[in-house]
């Protein structure tokens, strides 16, 4: 059993995947073997979570994911705690493997009741896993919403009851994003939906077990890529060995957008950074840091340069994309940028030909801009962030950050999206998305190439937020583009 933390490496399987791999494990052993091994797992850490509970519920399902619960519960009755179960389901259609833990949760001595106990330490949610097909209703959607409004933790089995496990969605009404402490036990793959969109919530932490299975290997559809390697700086390097940033952005009112972004650049690395703004009437030099140099974003020459463009661009950044998106060495679009793109569509052509040719780009979209530029809704990009991210790649062929829970990474068709497990709600504050554009800028500068210029970056910028001291003023966006508590 392994814990899953942001600097865990791993490959991610979809529900056929993981189908496959169940199949072809559960023809390889003895019957009943892989449940059995799920149902101790999840009876093992329901015991290392609440290790003084005195009673335990089980909500139980119709299918295999109803066995892994049944089969926790006798493991649980075995070493004396009392599972309480709860079944929702017909005895007569379970499957095999379910059924036979469900005699021996009963030979076990395990409680069975049709309402769930009035007072409980631990609820187990083993209702549906990857066999889910639509949303939960009626009873089931009462005991859900039971668990989640109880404030007692909540270990799911599998995945989060009801979940797409694919995706990372759940059905409208079904809300399992805010009990008090969330576990969740996954089994034979790690699957994408627990990382990205509501997933995360959904799932809390996720813990895997392959139930001895690893052996048995399929296709994966994403990956979780752990902690970047450093890259040390030698001694004999000075400031042209680590690249120019220009950042163009900061229209009138504005302005904040680009410096942000500079300073992260700047903190991120680069040797040079400039701030080229549109807004004609901004100050010469931003004073508090003086090491940006600031010029007017019409008499920047961007051959050599590494742009970051967008932030706090407002409009007037769309007559500076033609020559942006054609003469920077490498390039990092956010923001307005993004959305002047979606709106005009010989900027979309010419962004094409651009990741065509080669030239390292990056576009950091959150979903409403995602959207436009795919000319769909938001709805439509959250229901499936990794289709949504992998869609804009190929259609601009350029490398793509689509921003949100379980921020997506898609680039070129032979690469596997990486989702990215660092970061937290403290980073949902202004400006926080130009930080994160000028720490791609500054890796793009140091010739890293695109992709892993910005997975080490949105790594990064979420592992400073999960890093911010207990004690420390609160993340803002001008703390985290310098990386340090002030
Ligand atoms: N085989 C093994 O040894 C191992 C299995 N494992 C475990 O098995 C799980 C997969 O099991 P599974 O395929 O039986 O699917 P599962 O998620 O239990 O649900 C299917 C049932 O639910 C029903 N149903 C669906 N939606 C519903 C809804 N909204 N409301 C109500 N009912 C609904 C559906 O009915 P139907 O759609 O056919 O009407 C069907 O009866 C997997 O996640 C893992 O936990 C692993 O531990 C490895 C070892
Ligand atoms: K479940």
């Given at each position: 059993m392994q814990r899953i933390t942001s600097a865990t490496a791993a490959e991610l399987f979809d529900i056929a995947a993981t189908r496959r791999i169940e199949h072809a494990a559960a023809a390889a052993l003895p019957a009943h073997t892989l449940m059995r091994r799920a149902g101790l797992a999840v009876a093992r850490l329901a015991m290392a979570i609440a290790?003084?509970?005195?009673t335990i519920w089980v909500a139980c399902g119709p299918g295999n994911n109803g066995g892994d619960g049944f089969e926790a519960a006798a493991q649980l009755r075995h070493r004396g705690f009392f599972p309480a179960v709860t079944f929702l389901g017909d005895e007569s259609r379970l499957p095999p493997d379910a059924k036979a833990s469900l005699q021996r949760a009963r030979d076990a001595g395990v409680t069975f009741a049709l309402t769930p106990p009035s007072a409980y330490e631990l609820a187990i949610?083993?209702?549906?896993?990857?066999?889910?097909t639509r949303p939960p209703e009626g009873t089931m959607a009462e005991w859900l919403a039971k668990m989640h409004a109880s404030g007692q933790p909540v270990l799911c089995v599998?995945?989060?009851?009801?979940?797409?496990?694919?995706?990372g969605t759940l059905p409208r009404?079904?809300?399992?994003?805010?009990?008090s402490a969330r576990t969740c036990i996954t089994f034979l793959s790690l699957k994408p939906g627990l990382f990205t969109a509501q997933g995360r919530d959904a799932a809390g932490t996720v813990w895997f077990d392959d139930l001895g299975c690893s052996a048995f290997k399929d296709q994966p559809v994403a990956r979780i890529a752990g902690e970047p390697d450093a890259h040390p700086r030698t001694?004999?390097?000075?400031?042209?060995?680590?690249g120019d940033v220009a950042v163009i952005g900061g229209a009138s009112g504005m302005a904040g957008a680009a410096l942000l972004a500079g300073s992260a650049a700047l903190h991120g690395g680069a040797g040079r950074v400039f701030v080229g703004l549109?807004?004609?009437?901004?100050?010469?030099?931003d004073t508090a840091q003086p090491e940006l140099m600031l010029r007017?974003?019409?008499?920047?020459?961007?051959?050599g340069m590494t742009a970051v463009c967008g932030?706090?661009?407002?409009?007037?950044v769309q007559e500076l994309l033609p020559r942006v998106l054609s003469t920077a060495a490498a390039l990092v679009l956010d923001a307005d940028a993004l959305n002047a793109i979606a709106t005009d569509g010989a900027l979309q052509a010419q962004l094409t030909s651009r990741g065509k040719s080669g030239s390292p780009t990056v576009i950091t979209p959150h979903p409403l801009e995602a959207a436009r530029l795919l000319g769909c809704t938001v709805g439509d990009v959250q229901a499936d962030r990794l289709a949504a991210a992998r869609q804009l790649a190929a259609r601009f062929g350029v490398v793509v950050?689509?921003?949100?829970?379980?921020t997506v990474i898609a680039g070129a068709a032979e690469t596997l999206p990486v989702i990215n497990l660092t970061g937290n709600?403290?980073?949902?504050?202004?400006g926080t998305g130009d930080v994160l554009a000028g720490m791609i800028g500054a890796a793009l500068a140091m010739r890293q190439p695109a992709f892993e210029a910005a997975r080490k970056a949105v790594w990064q910028h979420g592992h400073i937020a999960d890093t911010?001291?207990?004690?420390?003023?609160p993340l803002t966006a001008g703390t985290l583009a310098r990386r340090t508590p002030a």
């Open positions: 290790p003084h509970a005195r949610d083993a209702l549906l896993g990857i066999g889910s599998d995945v989060p009851s009801g979940l797409n496990a694919d995706t009404g079904i809300d399992q994003t805010q009990a001694h004999a390097s000075h400031k042209g060995s680590y549109l807004d004609p009437s901004a100050a010469p030099v007017d974003a019409r008499t920047l020459d961007l051959s932030c706090g661009g407002g409009e007037a950050v689509l921003k949100g829970s379980g709600a403290s980073l949902a504050t202004a911010w001291p207990a004690d420390a003023a």
